[in-house]
RNA sequence: CGGGGCAUGGCGCAGUUUGGUAGCGCGCUUCGUUCGGGUCGAAGAGGUCGUCGGUUCAAAUCCGGCUGCCCCGACCA
């Protein structure tokens, strides 16, 4: 690609809006373009890096067994009434009615999407086990957007669903799943850490969290240094200490949706002193959607945190409702445990039949039976995955891409006296198969200089009258700074040889 | 949804306190100059000051409604 042609003006002052590194980064260097809160277009870089991504993902998914296909971003609501979601989840799922009265939902997931095609599509033990995956686009109408591409509204995910006829078959493309996550990251060059999670709206039995640490995160993560022990702040248990008896009393109102029905209860926490409230516990507890905190009424429901110690008041319930804190004991092996904070880049949960069940999704067994098809649900956000890299791989000029995911691989510069050699050479590299951005422009060296460093593709080439009177191409390494002079001549074995390196 | 902030040319900002009809830097166009780290000079183009209404002889500026965006919290992949 001509850069001449390219529409993607380098930005050199950080525009006003963003807040974090990677974010501003990837608007200077025009891979994005914000379009409203949470809503982005993505330019031909940032295009070709999310087109990267999503290769290594298809690799590893076919790797798996994996069947391609792809699922609609418009669902009929009625699905999601079958489910249970569409009373469940309040204002972030979109809503839409089409013209003729009915009403539709934008897809926040696709989880009764499958469950749907696996009710046509699966009749005997003999068609599992089964694993579909697509990408696709989401909407969440999240109250709050932030850090760009971080945490938008509008994403791309790769979703990845198993159909099993049970549990162990469940178990193992969960676990091949956790392997192959793994994978698609080292290969992407995102460090990421599986810690326990809650299983949220999704429902299920278990789920982990893919975790990429950084302090612009947005979840809290306890991790033990004795033991290995890691979980979200959602799920995190932990010892309770000894307290002295004193403690705090919290009212909530919790909202339960039992079918269509919407049910209110008063509930009153009791915690030790010191310790604070963990809302997913609490939710799980009473079952509950959400909680809004109340004050003076009379409580349904006393529930006490089983580390208080001297409560005479009322008990309907004991139970652990308490958030883990940096420094307390780990449940396992009593060492402290520490937070970090963390963005949550995939997830896997065993959603086991909660959603066969209430759709009807069933297969005949080996015994003539009908049996609730038992599913797992993988999902990767693919473009919170690259504002997720682009914080991770920058420097004070601009981004610096590994070979992987760079949108293309070599960055051509041709200055005075280079642009004849520069054309070919150009030519010569695309027919050996290598993705160049040709910086063919009437700039300054100074300018295509500062704007590959923005850009921060691997390679740098550029070729001038002072390169060829040194004896070639000067080669630079975006990741290290490291120059090198080139024969023209030996220039595709110099690229090809590096690149496969890496 | 609660709290806070912002909205002026493509981008970043000043001007608003104290009302008098809009300015700076970058970018863009043309010419010259320079040519390996965002050269230098000259001449230009480009703005219903988010929007609707009010006050006033006069509103970017004062008052009110609305919209959008950002940040903190709640929430969340």
């Not at 031909?44 to 999310?50: C, D, E």
């Not at 999670?197 to 429902?203: E, K, L, S």
């Not at 982990?208 to 702040?233: K, S």
Request: with cysteine; charged share 25%.
């Amino acid at each position: 690609m001509k850069m001449s042609r390219l529409m993607n003006e380098t930005v050199r002052e950080a525009p006003s809006v963003t807040e974090v590194k990677g974010h501003e980064l990837l608007l200077r260097a025009g891979f994005v373009r914000q379009v409203a809160a949470g809503v982005f277009s993505y330019l031909h870089l940032g295009q070709r890096a999310l087109q990267k991504l999503e290769a290594i993902m298809r690799q590893e998914m076919d790797a798996l067994g994996g069947q391609e296909i792809k699922m609609p971003l418009v669902h009929p609501a009625a699905l999601w009434q079958a489910s249970g979601r569409w009373y469940e989840i309040d204002a972030e799922l979109g809503r839409l009615v089409d013209r003729n009265g009915r009403s539709l939902t934008l897809a926040l997931s696709h989880e009764e999407t499958l469950a749907e095609l696996a009710r046509q599509e699966i009749r005997s033990y003999r068609q599992l086990p089964q694993l579909a995956y697509h990408i696709q686009t989401k909407w969440r109408d999240d109250p709050r957007p932030r850090a760009g591409l971080i945490r938008s509204r509008e994403f791309t995910m790769l979703d990845s669903y198993s159909l099993d006829a049970d549990d162990a078959g469940l178990a193992a493309q969960y676990q091949a799943h956790y392997d192959a996550y793994f994978r698609i990251f080292a290969r992407c060059g995102l460090p990421v850490l599986a810690v326990e999670a809650d299983v949220g709206m999704m429902g299920g039995t278990q789920a982990d969290e893919f975790m990429y640490l950084t302090p612009i995160g947005e979840d809290t993560l306890l991790l033990c240094d004795g033991c290995g022990y890691r979980a979200n702040r959602q799920v995190a248990t932990f010892r309770k200490p000894e307290t002295g008896g004193d403690t705090q009393a919290m009212q909530f109102v919790a909202e339960l949706v039992v079918g269509e029905e919407k049910l209110e209860r008063v509930v009153t926490a009791v915690l030790a002193h010191h310790s604070q409230l963990n809302e997913t516990k609490l939710v799980h507890l009473l079952d509950a959607q959400r909680l809004r905190p109340t004050a003076d009424q009379a409580t349904d429901l006393w529930l006490v945190d089983d580390g208080v110690t001297g409560w005479s008041g009322q008990v309907d319930k004991v139970a652990d409702i308490a958030a883990a804190q940096d420094g307390d004991a780990c449940t396992s092996c009593g060492q402290p445990l520490r937070t970090v904070r963390a963005v949550e880049v995939a997830n896997i949960f065993k959603l086991g039949t909660r959603y066969s069940r209430t759709m009807g999704v069933t297969f005949v067994d080996a015994h003539g039976v009908a049996q609730p098809i038992v599913m797992g649900s993988y999902g990767i956000g693919v473009t919170r995955l690259l504002a997720c890299l682009a914080e991770q791989h920058h420097d004070a000029a601009g981004l610096v891409w590994p070979v992987a995911i760079a949108p293309y691989q070599v960055h051509l510069l041709a200055l005075r006296g280079g642009l004849e050699t520069a054309v070919s050479l150009y030519n010569d590299l695309q027919q050996a198969g290598i993705d160049v951005l040709f910086d063919d422009r009437e700039e300054r060296p100074g300018v295509k200089f500062n704007d590959a460093d923005l850009i921060g593709l691997p390679l740098r080439l550029t070729l001038s009258q002072r390169s060829l009177a040194a004896g070639g191409v000067e080669v630079k390494i975006r990741g290290d700074g490291e120059t090198a002079v080139v024969p023209l001549n030996d220039l595709l074995n110099h690229v090809t040889a590096w690149l496969a390196e890496q």
